[in-house]
């Protein structure tokens, strides 16, 4: 199998924008220096930008100052797939947690976002690919054949005609893979470029006057009255704090046991436009299968494609390091299943490669929430998903850090108590262990066997009881 060298843990995605003056933008040098804001935000991704941008749009008087370890998007924001979603895929769930109503308002005011989105790179007058062509969830295996069933059933109880349901030949219209299957097509959703828009985000909001200070780490965080956040060499005080460090945020006692951090990998072909065209994928249309340790796949503008693979986990992996922004065992059985999937790209080269932590929610919902005594929000759980649901989350969060009313605080994901995972060690074993079984069964069934009977209670196991530890 051939090795792809990271390149110090960055995505093709980040490569490719920050090579561009356009993207790369001006330097936001650490902060050396005490000063105040009004409102300070730990975290440079879509939720901690989309923020601040949301604050500047309801006051624009407002001191934002956004802190970030790394560069903006340096994170999960600039490495992920690209897949624009609202929560019409979780419909099902939603109406058995929270109701249909609310379940429909949720997943409304996400398909703003999305439409959102697009608009913003427009007005802002950056291209981020950003292609509202919809998704296609589709069987890899026979095994997978009708797990969408309950999304249709709860479409049609509520009068809802934005699913498909296809057959295998017309799934091989839209992507002629040998292995897929049946599917359903949405046509909310889309794809764009993830860093893209990160590092578009980041250059509008020093346009609006934010302040960003990048390559900062905050060593202390006091959530009191002033909010007050300490670096190596500076203090920030604060009237209000926002919290939007996704997987990072394990290392707080106060989430320890409300995200677990769970891999995901990626590997990126060169382009190869001609073969991508006999596929019959020339649009930006999603693709994902129903495995538990899911592909997403997407394609891009210069014919290129981008295969990932959700829910890995590098061994008993308790905090976040190295692996996780490059595994090689992950990175290859990417490529492995690449190939199955799309076999005339066996002899395509594999330009890049990379990974990336995810915060997964027991619930795998997002949650917004306050922490006492009122000053510092915070914004997590998006497992893997955020791209659409960081800017709505913005939007929450801008309102409760000004006390500013709206809509969006009504919604169910605010004031969320997920479900609290296992303590440690129980949990970083149990998942090390079920991940190894997923993977086992999961492979079993591409092959068309059935699995080990003990391998497939195992991979089973934290479903029954009540986690999903896949993106």
Known sequence: ??????????????????????????????????????????????????????????????????????????GPSGRNGGFVNSFWGELTKLCERFGDEAALRLCRAG?????????????????????????LNAASSTSQIGEWADDIITADRLRLDHLDVLTTEEVRVRVDSPVLHGGVYSRYGGT???????????????????????????????????????????????????????AWAQHWKRFRRAITVRGSYIVMTDPAPDLLAELGWTDGMGLSDYRSALHYIRNTPDGRISFGIGGMQPDIARHIDPRFAY?????????????????????????????????????????FGTLDPGTVHYG???????????????????????????????????????????????????????????????ESLDDEEDPNPFVDFVAKLPRRLGYNLGP
């Open 1 to 74: 199998m051939t090795s792809i060298p990271p390149d110090h843990g960055r995505s093709w995605w980040l490569r490719e924008a920050l090579a561009q003056p356009e993207f790369a933008g001006d330097p936001c040098p650490p902060l050396t220096a005490d000063t105040t804001a009004d409102v300070v935000i730990l975290g440079g991704g879509y939720t901690g930008m989309w923020t601040a941008w949301f604050l500047k749009e309801l006051d624009p008087g407002v001191d934002v100052l956004l802190l970030e370890q790394d560069i903006c998007g340096g």
């Open 111 to 135: 398909e703003e976002s999305v439409t959102e989105i697009g608009a913003f790179c427009d007005k802002q007058g950056f291209d981020a690919w950003f292609r509202p062509d919809g998704d």
């Open 192 to 246: 764009l470029h993830p860093a893209r828009l990160a590092r578009g985000l980041r250059n509008a909001l020093l346009t609006a006057g934010v302040r960003i200070h990048e390559h900062t780490h905050v060593a202390r965080f006091g959530t009191g009255d002033p909010v007050i956040a300490e670096t190596p060499t500076a203090r920030v005080t604060a009237g209000a704090g926002v919290l939007a460090m996704n």
């Open 327 to 367: 595994d090689q065992p992950s990175i290859e059985v990417a490529i492995a299943d690449l190939h199955r999937m799309f076999p005339t790209f066996r002899d395509v080269g594999i330009e890049a490669a990379w990974g990336g932590p995810i915060d997964v929610s027991g619930d795998h919902l997002p949650f």
């Open 380 to 442: 997590l759980g998006y497992t893997g998903n955020g791209v659409g649901p960081a800017h709505l989350g913005g939007r929450i969060l801008a309102h409760r850090a000004i006390a500013k009313y709206d809509d969006v605080l009504a919604l169910p994901l605010v004031d969320l108590e997920p479900r609290r995972f296992p303590p440690e060690p129980v949990r970083s074993v149990g998942a090390a262990v079920a991940n190894r079984a997923i993977h086992r069964r999961d």
